[in-house]
């Protein structure tokens, strides 16, 4: 079905898991990248990010000669882009490493050749990214054209998958397929059923866009609503992980818990795509980002409140969500920038189990460190814990005697109520 191949151009949290799920099926895949570093380390079987069970899939597929990387794009039948879809400082999407990965596949594109693009895009990019390859190859009919049959089918399948279980859901779960045409879906779909298991459901490339937005904003406004319940409980002198167990005993409300912010790629970023789509339609998307965008501040206001303009902080977690090595977009890294500005007199050590090295934003400070757990707890004044890595799960009310702790994840709670410890 696909004898010449599948290019995957973009090697992150997505390209390189889906270019592993296709190779393990015995499918030929190329990856494009132009970092020079992932694709030697990719070639050499090994993976530039943390992912359970991802070394495996790669190291195989690779031994098996299925999978290999490049930084130039080679003649196949099918190619995925899953490039970044990041927001400029404005909040407006910035499209240009989709029009980059598009132009890069228009050279070698030839009658028949499915297009797919995965990465997360306000409505109407999968119908752009048509429009920019027909500027590159006029000697092509793009389905965007509305001239009945094309040389080049063009689809939209947003990924759905949780970091720390891409591996399987990549699988396992439910895909959406949305062509510009039904015929650019079946085509597209048709990638998916080589290795996907859930249910592929068609439609078209704008409405698959939307929902997968949907999907993102429908989370942002539940984890804002929990966010704005924690500054109440605050105002208050309320404990809101009480409040909220409470409140979720009823059989009709699951509301979620609270945190430093939102992070990642997808969460943090997708909701302005609506909001630039529509502005005067989406009051309560924004104001949900909005909510969601000022928890870092309110987080650093309160530890500034306990801390002494000298104190030695110990900042647990970096990264976005739990147990990853993914530092897009995470409040954690915010939250330590805005303490080094208003504490410049501080010592901020940063616990991060799954990276080796500060990020560009943090290497570059003075009064901010790496270090592991216990050389941060001995040294601390106080403890801000950001992320509820499972490395921290064991800290008990001796790792925190004598310590201020702000716990935005409510993961300390039972080592620093005495309510919870003696129940």
Request: charged fraction near 20%.
């Given at each position: 079905?696909?004898?010449?191949?599948?290019?995957?151009?973009?090697?992150?949290?997505?390209?390189?898991?889906?270019?592993?799920?296709?190779?393990?099926q015995?499918?030929?895949?190329?990856?494009?990248?132009?970092?020079?570093?992932?694709?030697?380390?990719?070639?050499?079987?090994?993976?530039?990010?943390?992912?359970?069970?991802?070394?495996v899939?790669?190291?195989?597929?690779?031994?098996?000669?299925t999978?290999?990387?490049?930084?130039?794009?080679?003649?196949?039948?099918?190619f995925?882009?899953?490039?970044?879809?990041?927001?400029?400082?404005?909040?407006?999407?910035?499209?240009?490493?989709?029009?980059?990965?598009a132009?890069?596949?228009?050279?070698?594109?030839?009658?028949?050749?499915?297009?797919?693009?995965?990465?997360?895009?306000?409505?109407?990019?999968?119908?752009?990214?048509?429009?920019?390859?027909?500027?590159?190859?006029?000697?092509?009919?793009?389905?965007?054209?509305?001239?009945?049959?094309?040389?080049?089918?063009?689809?939209?399948?947003?990924?759905?998958?949780?970091?720390?279980?891409?591996?399987?859901?990549?699988v396992?779960?439910?895909?959406?397929?949305?062509?510009?045409?039904?015929?650019?879906?079946?085509?597209?779909?048709?990638?998916?059923?080589?290795?996907?298991?859930?249910?592929?459901?068609?439609?078209?490339?704008?409405?698959?866009?939307?929902?997968?937005?949907?999907?993102?904003?429908?989370?942002?406004?539940?984890?804002?609503?929990?966010?704005?319940?924690?500054?109440i409980?605050?105002?208050?002198d309320?404990?809101?992980?009480?409040?909220?167990?409470?409140?979720?005993?009823?059989?009709?409300?699951?509301?979620?818990?609270?945190?430093?912010?939102?992070?990642?790629?997808?969460?943090?970023?997708?909701?302005?795509?609506?909001?630039?789509?529509?502005?005067?339609?989406?009051?309560?998307?924004?104001?949900?980002?909005?909510?969601n965008?000022?928890?870092?501040?309110?987080?650093?206001?309160?530890?500034?409140?306990?801390?002494?303009?000298?104190?030695?902080?110990?900042?647990?977690?970096l990264?976005f969500?739990?147990?990853?090595?993914?530092?897009?977009?995470?409040?954690?890294?915010?939250?330590?920038?805005?303490?080094?500005?208003?504490?410049?007199?501080?010592?901020?050590?940063?616990?991060?189990?799954?990276?080796?090295?500060?990020?560009?934003?943090?290497?570059?400070?003075?009064?901010?460190?790496?270090?592991?757990?216990?050389?941060?707890?001995?040294?601390a004044?106080?403890?801000?814990?950001?992320?509820?890595?499972?490395?921290f799960?064991?800290?008990?009310?001796?790792?925190?005697?004598?310590?201020?702790?702000?716990?935005?994840?409510?993961?300390?709670?039972?080592?620093?109520?005495?309510?919870?410890?003696?129940?």
């Amino acid at each position: 079905m696909f004898d010449n191949g599948i290019v995957v151009v973009g090697l992150g949290y997505i390209g390189l898991p889906t270019s592993a799920a296709i190779a393990t099926q015995g499918v030929s895949v190329t990856g494009i990248d132009v970092r020079r570093d992932v694709v030697d380390a990719i070639n050499l079987g090994k993976v530039p990010i943390v992912e359970p069970d991802l070394d495996v899939a790669v190291a195989g597929a690779v031994a098996l000669g299925t999978l290999r990387a490049t930084t130039e794009v080679p003649s196949a039948d099918a190619f995925m882009l899953a490039v970044p879809t990041p927001s400029d400082a404005g909040k407006a999407p910035d499209l240009s490493y989709v029009k980059a990965a598009a132009e890069s596949i228009a050279p070698v594109l030839k009658a028949g050749d499915v297009v797919i693009l995965e990465s997360t895009s306000p409505p109407g990019t999968t119908r752009r990214v048509s429009e920019w390859i027909a500027a590159a190859r006029p000697d092509l009919s793009l389905p965007h054209q509305g001239e009945g049959r094309h040389d080049i089918y063009v689809a939209h399948c947003p990924e759905r998958v949780l970091p720390g279980r891409i591996m399987v859901e990549i699988v396992e779960n439910d895909r959406l397929v949305g062509g510009i045409t039904r015929a650019c879906a079946e085509r597209a779909a048709e990638v998916y059923s080589l290795f996907c298991r859930g249910e592929i459901v068609l439609t078209d490339a704008t409405t698959a866009e939307m929902a997968k937005l949907v999907e993102n904003s429908f989370r942002d406004v539940n984890i804002a609503f929990a966010n704005e319940l924690a500054g109440i409980c605050d105002h208050l002198d309320l404990d809101v992980w009480e409040v909220i167990d409470l409140a979720n005993k009823h059989p009709r409300v699951n509301i979620l818990k609270p945190g430093p912010g939102v992070g990642g790629h997808c969460i943090a970023v997708d909701p302005w795509f609506i909001v630039a789509a529509a502005p005067e339609q989406s009051r309560i998307i924004r104001t949900a980002r909005e909510i969601n965008d000022a928890r870092p501040h309110a987080v650093v206001a309160q530890t500034v409140s306990l801390a002494k303009p000298d104190s030695t902080i110990a900042v647990l977690g970096l990264a976005f969500k739990a147990n990853v090595d993914d530092l897009r977009e995470s409040p954690a890294i915010q939250i330590v920038e805005l303490l080094d500005e208003a504490l410049p007199d501080a010592r901020l050590l940063a616990v991060e189990p799954h990276v080796d090295a500060l990020p560009p934003s943090l290497a570059g400070r003075d009064s901010v460190s790496l270090a592991p757990l216990g050389t941060a707890l001995a040294a601390a004044d106080v403890v801000l814990l950001l992320v509820d890595h499972q490395a921290f799960m064991d800290l008990t009310l001796a790792d925190l005697r004598d310590k201020q702790v702000v716990d935005t994840r409510g993961l300390l709670k039972a080592a620093t109520n005495p309510l919870e410890r003696t129940s």
